[in-house]
């Protein structure tokens, strides 16, 4: 856990010191919305579990057009059964909290920013429930580090506002089980806030 303290430190550090000169070099952002998040592999569909996904962005500008960032979330995914799900498989519900650090490289063009990167992410809690809401939490070990390939774009409808959405999809297996598979995808949709 000792990487989190070495990021949260960068970016505090990094957001904290943007002066009028070093803001033409570094950029900070407060970022909030909600994920739409499912996993394969589930026996369940559609991004139907609804979470958190909110922190802070730190982004050094290269360029006029572009720009590498770095940003501390805090997520929550996992995957929810609606009516639309047939009643069997393992899961009603899971629900993951996540720390999650994405670098990102984006491309400027008038007021839209499209991104894309990898994140590292750590699972610091889950919850997991069976068909019939049996609380299988302490019976599912999951994956610690999970990694994401992530796509996105923000429109900036103001000098400082920016809506975002991002589409980003697991590179490793959250399922350390022999025979299970768990890969989570979901859509964020955010608001950003330019400091």
Do not use: C
Not at 93 to 112: C, G, H, Q, T, Y
């Amino acid at each position: 856990m000792q990487i989190w303290k070495v990021f949260l430190l960068i970016l505090i550090l990094s957001t904290g010191s943007l002066t009028s000169t070093s803001a033409q070099r570094f950029k900070g952002s407060l970022i909030g919305g909600f994920n739409l998040a499912q996993l394969d592999g589930d026996d369940l569909s559609g991004f139907n579990k609804i979470g958190l996904n909110a922190g802070a962005k730190v982004a050094a500008v290269l360029s006029d057009r572009w720009q590498l960032s770095l940003e501390m979330l805090f997520a929550q995914q996992g995957s929810h059964r609606t009516r639309d799900d047939l009643y069997y498989g393992l899961y009603n519900n899971i629900r993951l909290n996540l720390v999650e650090a994405p670098v990102m490289i984006s491309f400027k063009d008038w007021k839209f920013h499209v991104s894309t990167g990898f994140s590292y992410a750590r699972l610091i809690s889950y919850s997991a429930e069976s068909p019939i809401g049996e609380d299988l939490t302490d019976t599912e070990t999951y994956r610690d580090d999970l990694y994401f390939w992530i796509v996105g774009a923000t429109y900036y409808f103001h000098e400082r506002w920016g809506v975002n959405v991002r589409w980003q999809r697991a590179l490793v297996d959250l399922e350390t089980q022999e025979g299970k598979t768990l890969l989570g995808r979901n859509v964020a949709i955010r608001l950003v806030y330019a400091l």
